[in-house]
């Protein structure tokens, strides 16, 4: 398109971001700002609602709000149950009605590829996490009797979503080894890492020293709820064991609706569900666990609590993509090395202070601004 030629982006977004209570919401409210920023016009669509689009957005970016997916049988047999799940004939009829020759088309996760006519061009795929591989490793927690039935399933997706990463143009990762990934299948991407909000990366508030522990995350997302789970029965435990007065604040959205455990809190356990805002609870903390069995990409839980100054006790998979800063986190696997970890903190308050100054340097390279650089880059290039 030449220059003087006013351009146009469409953003398929699963799920819009009217909140940022989650990592995905975030990353798709920083890719719409990216757009918007090297965009004449923009069109965002998306389910879900955004009542102050208005006020948050500037006036060339327009939303499309789609009330939720409507899936149909064809999109089931060409994506699989994981992406016909997320079908929507009233996106497929927007973009293909939409869309004209020369729209630069981006794609927010690869499950929305699904809506996208099979004439109208994927210019940009962003993948978040390479979800197949997300997918595989939820499967080893799953019932032995649905495994053979939802591998078959994962593995019709993995194809799917490595078809549409070759379809697209250009496709973005958010961590290192999801690179490594797409590259050993032939498919080129460019590194757009995750960030934070920039007000949690600010000077972080000084700790209390009062040894509170800190989760953060949404329960509608599987990971999350089975690792929260796991820290609860296997390792809290054996930290109360040696540690009686601990205390452990657990936050997120839909933990009123989706409990990991039914049964009730444990003994030090405090749960808030769908909290107004996080950072009161990353004040009062000291330490943050970041306990992850299964997912994929860059853990945005980590890098917020690096940012917010606070020391990190994490699995090795909850570092994944951040490996070049594991100095400044406690990184220990299985329930005995989680909770020996956790509890030498809490025993050791210079040490909680030393790695949270490490945690806090770290994160002062971290902003969704920053991060969406190299996506700005390569889309003032696709529009040039």
Same mark, same amino acid.
């Given at each position: 398109?030449?220059?003087g030629?006013r351009?146009t982006?469409w953003?398929?977004?699963?799920q819009? =971001? @009217?909140?940022t209570?989650?990592?995905? $919401?975030? %990353? ?5 700002? &990216?757009y918007? #920023?090297?965009?004449?016009e ?7 609602a955004?009542?102050q689009?208005?006020?948050?957005l ?18 089931v ?8 799940k ?7 009829r927007?973009?293909?009605v939409?869309?004209?020759?020369g ?6 996760f ?17 993948l978040?996490?390479i979800?197949s ?14 495994? =053979? @039935?939802?591998a078959?399933?994962?593995? $019709?997706f %993995?194809r799917?979503?490595?078809?549409? &990463?070759?379809? #697209?143009r250009r496709?973005?990762a958010c961590s290192?080894?999801?690179q490594?990934v797409?590259?050993?299948?032939g ?8 960030g934070v ?11 209390r020293g ?5 989760f953060v995350?949404?329960?509608d997302?599987?990971?999350?709820k089975?690792?929260?789970r796991w ?10 064991r ?8 657990v936050v997120g ?8 455990r039914?049964?009730?809190?444990p003994?030090?356990?405090?749960f808030h ?8 609870f990353?004040?009062?903390?000291d330490?943050?666990v ?8 860059t ?8 940012s917010?100054?606070?020391?990190v006790?994490?699995t090795s ?5 951040l490996?070049?800063h594991a100095?400044a986190?406690r ?7 989680f ?5 030498d903190?809490?025993q ?5 202070r030393?790695?949270a100054a490490?945690?806090?340097e770290?994160?002062?390279g971290f902003s969704?601004?920053?991060a969406?650089t ?8 696709i529009r040039?």
């Open positions: 398109m030449s220059s030629q351009t982006a953003v398929v977004a699963k819009l =971001p @009217a909140t209570d989650s990592g995905g $919401r975030q %990353r798709t409210r920083a890719v719409i700002d &990216a918007a #920023a090297v965009f004449d923009v069109h965002v669509v998306g389910f879900g955004w009542p689009r208005d006020t948050q500037p006036a060339h970016v327009r939303v499309h709000e789609v009330a939720s997916p409507a899936p149909r049988p064809g999109a047999l060409r994506g699989s149950v994981f992406a016909g997320w079908f929507s004939p009233q996106i497929q927007m973009l293909s939409g869309v004209r020759a729209d630069v088309v981006h794609v927010d690869p499950q929305m590829a699904v809506n996208v006519p099979a004439d109208v061009q994927v210019d940009v795929l962003d978040h996490n979800e591989d997300l997918l595989e490793r939820r499967l080893r927690s799953e019932h032995p009797r649905l495994r =053979p @039935a939802l078959l399933e994962v593995a $019709r %993995r799917f979503e490595f078809a549409q &990463a070759r379809r #697209a496709v973005t290192r080894r999801d490594e797409l590259a050993a299948a498919v080129d991407s460019t590194f757009v890492p995750n909000l920039t007000g949690a990366s600010a000077d972080p508030v000084p700790l009062e040894g509170r522990v800190l995350g949404a329960m997302y599987g990971p999350n089975a690792s929260l820290f609860l029965d296997e390792v809290w435990p054996l930290v109360l040696r540690v009686p007065d601990a205390r452990f604040d959205r839909g933990l009123a609706a989706s409990h990991p039914p049964a009730g809190e003994a030090g356990v405090e569900s769908d909290v107004a805002a996080v950072d009161p990353y004040d009062a903390a330490i943050c970041v306990p992850l069995l299964s997912g994929g990409g853990k945005i839980k980590l890098v917020e609590a690096l917010r100054g606070r020391a006790v994490s998979l909850g570092l994944e993509g490996e070049e100095a986190v990184t220990a696997d299985g329930a005995e090395p909770a020996d970890a956790l509890v903190l809490l050791n308050p210079a040490q909680v030393a790695l490490a945690g806090a770290v994160g002062r969704w601004e920053s969406m190299p996506l700005r880059d390569l889309l003032f290039t040039s």
